[in-house]
Nanobody
Framework: QVHLVESGGGSVQAGGSLRLSCATSGDVISNHCLGWFHQAPGLEREWVAG???????RYRDSAKGRFTIFKDNAKNTLHLQMDSLKSDDTGMYYC???????????????????????WGQGTQVIVSS
């Protein structure tokens, strides 16, 4: 069973940094396709970054060069390091995991149907300009 718990959100000035964390189990952090999604106020949830079981990372264009997704396998935790934050980054951030272990290297979680993804409860980020 996949269980995800996010933390690390908060309020920050534009240009600042935050590190989000997503605690899960050892099996999930090591063997599942994982991702971070962002939901801005009044908008739909959008994919931000994904990381495969082998550590291969992918980012949406607006996150490239500013955000880094990485895993701490020893602590069973997924992270999203967010630098050079902008007001557009404000919103809820959700950790997601595919329910089954991955058989491939690259994670395309943003294309998965809803029934094979599990979500955390979300953590809020507010970036003030």
């Amino acid at each position: 069973q996949v269980h995800l718990v996010e933390s690390g959100g908060g309020s920050v000035q534009a240009g600042g940094s935050l590190r989000l964390s997503c605690a899960t189990s050892g099996d999930v952090i090591s063997n599942h396709c994982l991702g971070w999604f962002h939901q801005a106020p009044g908008l739909e949830r959008e994919w931000v970054a994904g990381i495969g079981a082998d550590g291969t990372a992918r980012y949406r264009d607006s996150a490239k060069g500013r955000f880094t997704i990485f895993k701490d396998n020893a602590k069973n935790t997924l992270h999203l390091q967010m630098d050079s934050l902008k007001s557009d980054d404000t919103g809820m951030y959700y950790c997601a995991a595919e329910v089954l272990a991955s058989v491939g290297g690259v994670c395309y979680i943003e294309y998965d149907p809803p029934d094979i993804i599990r979500w955390g409860q979300g953590t809020q980020v507010i970036v003030s300009s």
